[in-house]
């Protein structure tokens, strides 16, 4: 080795004196401590110390001499080759791990190891800014096949020479993972905590030696830092998977904090770090980041910027300006940062007055620095401005109004933003005499505006509306009506003559909406009254403006006594009297009819009257409404009006009327004979409307561009959404017009609901798979809607004399009732739908049907359903395309349909069981999925028809029913024992076995009457098991798992055979067949292996005890495995005596108690527990003491020790599912087992709930209410065994209370003593709610307000058992009172636990005496006091009761 060390460093100094390429001497370096070149930098990479042979370094002379020699290299001024090589820096690493502290760090401190460092950052900081733009990825990939060509040149050993790849030996990521693992080795060495190679010094020297190397001036160390960040900035995009990128900030980062002491230093952070740091803190939210930067960034910048900053206010702006005036986007940064900097302490909710001062400097000196950048900074100042919302922080008015000012009105988020932080900026003070007026001005300029279409949802619901609910929280609602009222006059100046058809902010349904919910709150009648005459004093000269206001105030009255004895006719004598409608503008006109429309929504009948002698008289406007109905269309009743609005609003003020009239407790007969005319011949338009609009349709014309159902901005509408909007109106808010329509006009009344439901059919989804027509794939559900609202009773809203009850006069009229149901089965397939004409059922009208109840469809057209979708005679003579068995069959909705109809028992006329034969021929014939879901519906059809059938035996028609269904199936089975080719299928053996499983249950009566003899009965059922059995035996051979016609055939055979009933030497023959086939099957999604073996356990030869207990498990993953341990289980047990079954129960649990981890051993030891009789134990007999018997009779298992181990392994559950079960079968023990519940059992069972309730449970979700529940078991049915435990009592309900508490964000370990809450509670999604708190407060009745047989028991006693009890549950509840006390203020409660809580605690209160409520309040602190004290004050008030 000495000689080979001699070689290689006499030739090192040869190639230095020869000044060969670095990369050489980097070789002949390595080969000097004895290895290779590539091994130093793995180690370095990999951090492992790698040396020959695998030995510990002993001797450092060659390392030291090698570290001197490179860092001499490093250092080197004039050459930056060494210090640009990555593997310098690996080998470099290598050597300080391998090197004692003191030494390297002497060698280090001599070289000036950080003014290395910093001269190579600089450079390679140089070089980055000098680099050019990336190549072209043609350019790129020819470098890249350059680099891995090998040069032919050779070393003077004779070896090759590698000619190293750009990226390893000039890139910038290469050589800042060199660096990052040298300086790693440095700082990792400056912790106490790090090994050390010099076994002589302690850690503390070694580590302090190392310290002086990184120790440095602020200047030197910010500018290191600074570069660092830089050059970090630079690389990382083009990181790869990088693992060391996560450790590059740290080692820079302790140099900084190591500097020097200085008298500025932050001054030095600020003027060298700052700008790099805050550009990689922007940089640092994109993925390609490491996501642990982020935070070390934000607290390099809170502890160098924001706390200096707060300590000495005065450099604030020395600290933030230079970034903010390089970036705007650092002054969002800045801002957050500073936020959570100052964070809440103890308990406190609020910010000290001086956090929040500094705060307000912070906001206040970065938007000064912002003010003096050019361009644009709204989204800078709207990210401020948002972080003050979200952190709940208070800001200078005067600053909030320079902002405003400042965007000039123009920024409409920075506006949206100001509002939601703090409306007063525009209504106090100067602003609202300013800022207010301008305010108002820029949202009615920007309605006139061309880009108004662009940002009008932005400015109404971001600016307006919540500018308007804040007037409302002032108690100034009547100053915005004012505002409004004046831009509305505005607006129609600066409009003048020009046709806009867009609504301006002022006209928005939105602000009108708003209206609606603030103006009875915030209003009271005087007020209204004063508006009202405010706007009667306006509407003379502005009729556009008050017209708008009105009708908003219209709309807002919600039919309050008080508020609409104010009102009456006001709204309507503003408008028409004095001829002011007659002046409003033709963009206003349909308002008009609208205020009538709301005002008839909550009128009384006095002034209904009076309305209708004003219509008599021909007042305005009624006095065109004869010329209105006139027309043949309502769409054409104002002929210059180009699709507007007033049309519509005149059908609805017509509708309204006779609504209003119909509505009232007496009917208004003299508005209806004047409403009457008017209202048919505006019907008779629409009628010709609606059939024009489905011939459109089918032409797929043109009919406009809206979306129904959506909100409109436009003034015109197009045909479609008109049509649209007029039906809805008499369908779903008016359905009461339909009365008269019906009455008066039936045949028009028919075809109108039958083009609606054409058109409605065609929209819907299942019906089509692609639209041919524009309009009607524009708006899916429009009509579809329409349809279903009025069969579900409409939106019948009228608010003034209301009946009672407000029945859907569409289920209510006999008529119309017949209309609809008619008109829903005459188009049961679409082939009758114009617009669609395709073959199949009509999915809509099966749909709407099934939404109907059984009352609601008329009973003559109950046997119309029954047989709708089913083939006739006439159709099958034709030939036509019309229904098969296929369309009820293989329709599931169709098969729900007349179950439902089934469920009401009737046999209806014509109605044959050949038809359920025929059906079951096509199921099994049909290639569909899930045909096991039809088959289960077609089989509870058969059921109920059957049900209907034998309902009435001897009526006629149930008989002959009867009698042909028996021969049917006589025959079927007979030709089926015959001849292999009639063998039955699964649907037909289905059928059958349905039937004859209802013949049986009415043999007796079928006998009597002479319609099925019981022998025939008998032979039939016979022949048809020898018939399924047959074709069991041969599945295996014919079995194949792709067809499932195999598989469903062989289920319906064990379902049939488990019906009809087989016995155990039958199967015994047939269980190699059912072997067979569940190896065939393997794993199938129907559970046809399964539900096989279950059949053969159940019913075959039964298992002995030693594999009992293994048959008894399976799958738990669905319903049907389920219920297949339950019926296994339940065969097995059903011959056991109790004894039996307890042997068989602790084998299902195990004796490790294994069972209890397998939860179909569980569920299969639920079903032996529910088995098992509950007797009494019988008591021990006392024996003398006998010195020589040592031995201990042991006791045996039984149900006592079997819900010990149960209650005591619920606190161990690992499975929700397991929990559920677990707990409830300690429910049922404790209801059903109560002879076999001893007072360790109750015990264990409180200890249990106490645990899960508490940091050590397990994650479990959710299971508070079953803890509830088990508590209530216990009291409910143990409650004599709660007597002298009441210490277990009161520590459950305390644990039960305490998971109904949050804790506080900013709560620890010091501050809370209230105890940490469960696992399962700390997601707040997993928050409890109202519900769990309504279940503990039953616990707390229970116990504190318990009823008489609660507590009585045996007891004949003259006391009161339940004063009794309510004194001894004083004695521990007081405890329970006092953590809620003081959970109130420790932790977070939320409202509507705490009101559900109200019964409990006040029941509590009842227990108490004077001397209980001193003694707590004695217990509890001031603040504990004072919230007792009100909850007391509370319950004297509404709860005390008498006498106390």
Not at 433 to 446: D, F, G, K, S
Not at 1263 to 1269: F, S
Not at 1340 to 1364: F, H, M, R, W, Y
Request: proline share 4%; glycine share 4%.
């Amino acid at each position: 080795m000495t000689s080979k060390s001699r070689a290689a460093q006499e030739q090192l100094a040869l190639l230095e004196k020869q000044a060969a390429p670095f990369e050489d001497q980097l070789v002949e370096a390595a080969k000097f401590i004895g290895l290779g070149l590539d091994t130093v930098c793995g180690s370095a990479e990999d951090g492992i110390d790698v040396t020959e042979g695998g030995r510990a370094v002993l001797y450092h002379g060659r390392e030291e001499w090698l570290l001197r020699w490179l860092l001499k290299r490093l250092q080197a001024p004039s050459d930056e080759i060494p210090r640009k090589t990555p593997s310098s820096w690996r080998l470099l690493c290598y050597l300080l791990r391998n090197t004692p502290l003191p030494n390297a760090a002497r060698i280090l401190v001599e070289r000036q190891f950080l003014s290395i460092i910093r001269r190579t950052l600089e450079e390679a900081q140089k070089s980055s800014n000098n680099a050019v733009a990336p190549r072209s990825n043609s350019e790129s990939s020819i470098i890249e096949q350059e680099t891995v060509k090998v040069s032919k040149k050779r070393r003077r050993s004779g070896e090759l020479v590698t000619k190293p790849s750009t990226s390893e030996s000039n890139g910038l990521l290469s050589l800042l993972d060199a660096i990052i693992s040298a300086m790693n080795c440095v700082v990792q060495n400056t912790k106490p905590t790090s090994l050390t190679l010099d076994r002589e010094r302690s850690s503390a020297f070694s580590v302090e030696y190392m310290k002086t190397v990184i120790r440095t001036t602020a200047e030197e160390a910010s500018t290191i830092l600074g570069l660092w960040l830089s050059l970090c900035h630079t690389a990382l995009p083009q990181v790869g998977g990088l693992a060391s990128v996560e450790s590059w900030l740290a080692p820079f980062v302790e140099i900084w904090s190591s500097h020097t002491a200085d008298d500025a230093p932050h001054l030095q952070f600020s003027l060298h770090a700052t700008r790099p740091l805050l550009n990689l803190l922007r940089s640092s939210k994109d993925d390609k980041f490491p996501s642990s930067w982020t935070e070390q960034l934000e607290i390099l910048v809170a502890r160098n910027i924001v706390i200096p900053a707060k300590a000495d206010q005065t450099i604030l702006e020395i600290l933030t300006k230079a970034s903010v005036l390089q970036n705007t986007g650092n002054a969002p940064l800045l801002f957050d940062i500073a936020i959570r900097a100052v964070q809440l302490t103890g308990s406190a909710r609020r910010r000290k007055a001086p956090d929040e001062k500094f705060l307000q400097s912070v906001f206040g000196s970065l938007r000064g620095s912002m003010v003096n950048v050019k361009g644009d900074n709204g989204k800078q100042m709207r990210a401020m401005l948002q972080l003050a919302i979200d952190h709940k922080l208070d800001l200078d008015l005067t600053i909030l109004r320079d902002i405003t000012s400042e965007y000039a009105m123009a920024d409409w988020d920075i506006l949206a933003t100001l509002v939601e932080l703090d409306a007063n900026i525009f209504l106090l003070g100067e602003g609202r005499v300013v800022l207010l007026p301008h305010l108002m001005e820029a949202i009615t300029t920007a309605s006139l505006s061309p880009s108004w279409s662009e940002i009008q949802e932005k400015v109404v619901s971001t600016v307006l509306v919540p500018l308007m609910r804040e007037f409302a929280k002032a108690r100034d609602l009547s100053d915005f009506i004012r505002h409004w009222s004046t831009q509305l006059i505005a607006y129609e100046k600066f409009r003048k003559d020009d046709d806009i058809a867009l609504f301006s902010a002022w006209e928005d349904e939105a602000i009108q909406i708003e209206l609606q919910n603030l103006m009875e709150p915030s209003w009271n009648v005087s007020q209204i009254s004063n508006v009202l005459d405010s706007l009667a004093e306006q509407v003379s000269e502005h009729p556009d403006a008050v017209c708008v206001v009105l009708q908003a105030i219209a709309r807002s009255v919600s039919g309050q006594e008080q508020v609409v004895d104010a009102i009456n006719l006001r709204l309507y004598q503003i408008m028409f009297n004095d001829n002011a409608a007659d002046k409003l503008n033709p963009r206003y006109r349909w308002r008009s009819w609208r205020i009538i429309s709301h005002t008839l929504n909550w009128i009384e009948m006095g002034d209904l009257n009076a309305l209708g002698s004003l219509w008599d008289d021909k007042a305005k406007p009624f006095d065109s409404l004869s010329r209105f109905s006139k027309s043949e269309s309502i769409l054409k009743i104002k002929p210059k009006e180009k699709r507007g609005l007033e049309s519509l609003e005149i059908f609805r003020f017509a509708c309204s009327t006779w609504t209003a009239a119909t509505k009232q407790r007496r009917s208004v007969n003299s508005v209806q004979s004047l409403d009457k005319p008017v209202m048919l011949g505006l019907l008779r338009g629409l009628a010709r409307d609606i059939s024009q609009f489905t011939s459109d349709l089918q032409e797929n014309k043109d009919l406009g561009d809206e979306i129904c159902s959506s909100k409109q901005n436009f003034l015109q509408r197009g045909n479609g959404w008109m049509i649209w909007a007029l039906v809805r109106c008499l369908f779903v808010e008016h359905p009461d017009v339909l009365v008269l329509l019906y009455a008066s006009e039936e045949q028009m009344f028919a075809e109108m609901v039958e083009h609606i439901f054409l058109i409605a059919s065609a929209t819907y989804p299942a019906n089509v798979a692609t639209r041919n027509n524009t309009w009607l794939e524009r708006n899916p559900t429009a009509f579809p809607d329409i349809w279903r609202l009025a069969l579900r009773g409409g939106a019948s809203t009228l608010r003034c004399d209301i009946p009672d009850s407000i029945n859907n006069p569409i289920f209510t009229h006999r008529g119309l009732t017949k209309i609809f149901v008619n008109t829903i089965l005459n188009h049961a397939t679409n082939l009758s739908n114009p617009l669609l004409k395709t073959p199949g059922n009509n999915a809509f009208a099966i749909r709407s049907l099934n939404d109907l109840t059984v009352d609601e469809i008329p009973k003559e057209h109950r046997g119309q359903i029954m047989s709708t979708w089913l083939p006739t005679d006439k159709a099958a003579e034709s030939g036509d395309d019309g229904p098969s068995y296929g369309s009820t069959v293989l329709d599931n909705g169709v098969l729900f349909l007349k179950r439902k109809i089934m469920h009401r028992p009737k046999l209806y006329e014509g109605m044959k069981f050949q038809e359920f034969i025929d059906l079951a021929d096509t199921l099994a014939e049909a290639d569909i999925p899930n045909r096991s879901d039809n088959l289960a519906s077609l089989k509870d059809l058969t059921r109920l028809t059957f049900i209907s059938a034998l309902q009435a035996v001897d009526q006629p028609r149930s008989t002959t029913y009867i009698s042909e269904a028996f021969k049917k199936i006589q025959k079927k089975v007979s030709k089926a024992a015959e001849k292999k080719k009639h063998r039955l299928n699964f649907a037909v053996i289905t059928m059958f076995e349905v039937a004859l499983s209802a013949f049986y249950e009415k043999a007796t009566a079928l006998n009597e009457l002479n319609i099925v003899q019981k022998d025939d009965l008998n032979s039939v059922t016979s022949s048809f098991k020898d018939c399924i059995l047959s074709q069991f035996k041969d599945s295996p051979r014919k079995f194949q798992k792709e067809n499932a016609n195999d598989s469903l055939l062989v289920l319906s055979i064990i379902d049939a055979l488990s019906t009809t009933g087989v016995d155990e030497t039958t199967l015994a023959v047939l269980e190699s067949a059912a072997a067979a086939l569940v190896i065939l099957a393997g794993k199938t999604d129907n559970n046809f292996g399964e539900r096989l073996r279950t059949f053969m356990v159940i019913h075959g030869s039964k298992a002995d005890d030693r594999t009992l207990a293994t048959q008894l498990g399976g799958s738990v993953t669905n319903l049907y495995s389920r219920a297949s341990i339950v019926a296994r289980t339940d065969a097995a047990i059903s011959r056991m005596s109790n004894e039996e079954k307890l042997e068989l129960l602790q084998d299902l649990l195990g004796e490790d108690l294994h069972g209890l981890t397998q939860l179909d051993k569980l569920l299969a030891a639920r079903q032996v527990i529910i088995s098992i009789g509950d007797t009494r134990k019988p008591k021990k007999e006392t024996r003398p003491l006998d010195d020589s018997d040592d031995e201990e009779e042991e006791e045996a298992f039984d149900l006592t020790e079997a819900y010990t181990i149960l209650a005591l392994y619920l606190r161990k559950c690992t499975d929700i599912v397991q929990f559920n079960i677990i707990s409830e079968t300690l429910m049922l023990m404790l209801e059903t087992k109560r002879h076999n519940i001893s007072q360790y059992n109750i015990d264990a069972t409180l200890g249990s709930i106490t645990v899960l309730c508490s940091p050590e449970s397990p994650n479990l979700h959710p299971i508070y209410m079953h803890l509830c529940w088990l508590m209530q078991s216990v009291l409910t049915h143990q409650r004599l065994k709660l007597k002298g435990h009441s210490h277990l009592t009161q520590q459950t309900l305390q644990s039960l209370l305490r998971c109904l508490f949050t804790p506080l964000p900013h709560s620890n370990n010091k501050t809370n003593k209230f105890g940490h809450p469960p696992p399962w509670l700390l997601p707040t999604s997993h928050q409890l709610n109202a519900t769990h708190a309504e279940a503990y407060t039953k616990l707390v009745l229970s116990i504190c307000d318990p009823t008489v047989s609660a507590v009585q028991g045996n007891s004949n006693t003259l006391t009161s058992e339940k004063d009794k009890a309510k004194r001894i549950a004083a004695q521990y509840m007081k405890f329970v009172l006092q953590d809620y006390v003081r959970g109130q203020l420790e932790m977070k409660m939320l409202s509507e636990v705490r009101e559900k809580m109200i019964p409990g605690l006040y029941a509590i209160l009842n227990c108490f005496t004077e001397e209980i409520r001193d003694a707590v309040s004695a217990e509890l602190d001031s603040s504990g006091r004072a919230v007792f004290m009100r909850l007391y004050a509370d319950w004297r008030k509404f709860e005390k009761p008498r006498g106390y």
